[in-house]
């Protein structure tokens, strides 16, 4: 399975600023996933990152807040942008690969 | 659409129980995928097992069984003389494999297990 690098781990923001959430993954993938874990909740998918086309939102979720970079195979960006306390959240990136989904360790954002 | 029901919020047992965690999903797709993972207090996500639509064997592995029965769209999972170290959410997830869904996955809203000394 692939293994990926999601840095920062954690961040504490004031509201109002952006912040940019890296994955770097060992090998090329097709589909890179961003996920939301609001606190005591479950996972919520945010977009799906496909190399060379806009990223896929779900509802709920736009581009202005949550826009997302996918310059290559192995590599995307999730900026949390404008934020406020109800961001405070787990972030995670996923990989997909044969239907094996591996995820990053997370970066835990409080927003004050 | 593809939905999981995690019915069991919180479960508390003592070391030693045996506990089981339920999952059942709804899918419109004829082949899928399913999986459990696991949540410590850290918050990293640990694959515990991933399942396929045509695969219902039951699953052995150490402590940790699973149930899945395509009958009552459900994936059971139990843990057999449960051990501190278990105390985690468990959350069960689903993939279509269709690719309409743009193959993500589901979860279900997780079941925090405690296990007490």
């Known amino acids: 399975s692939a293994v990926i690098s999601q840095k920062p781990s954690r961040d504490i923001c004031q509201r109002g600023t952006s912040l940019t959430i890296q994955c770097q993954v060992d090998?090329?993938?097709?589909?890179m996933f961003w996920y939301r874990q609001q606190p005591g909740q479950s996972l919520t998918l945010i977009a799906t990152a496909n190399q060379g086309s806009e990223a896929t939102y779900e509802s709920g979720f736009v581009i202005d807040k949550f826009p997302i970079s996918r310059p290559n195979l192995t590599f995307s960006t999730l900026t949390v942008s404008n934020m406020s306390p109800e961001d405070s959240s787990i972030y995670l990136c996923?990989?997909?690969?044969?239907?094996?989904?591996?995820f990053g360790s997370g970066t835990r954002l409080t927003v004050v | 659409a593809q939905k999981v029901t995690q019915a069991q919020t919180e479960i508390s047992v003592v070391e030693k129980e045996d506990v089981t965690l339920d999952c059942v999903y709804e899918?419109?797709?004829?082949?899928?995928?399913l999986f459990w993972y696991k949540q410590p207090p850290s918050g990293e996500l640990v694959f515990l097992i991933r399942r396929n639509s045509f695969d219902e064997q039951n699953e052995i592995s150490g402590r940790y069984s699973w149930n899945f029965q395509k009958s009552t769209s459900s994936f059971n999972f139990t843990i057999t003389a449960s051990q501190v170290v278990d105390s985690a959410v468990y959350f069960c997830a689903l993939s279509e494999a269709s690719g309409g869904s743009n193959y993500k996955l589901t979860f279900g809203k997780g079941t925090l297990l405690t296990v007490n000394p």
């Open positions: 899918t419109r797709d004829t082949t899928y995928y």
């Open positions: 996923s990989v997909e690969r044969n239907y094996g989904y591996t």
């Open positions: 090998s090329q993938v097709t589909m």
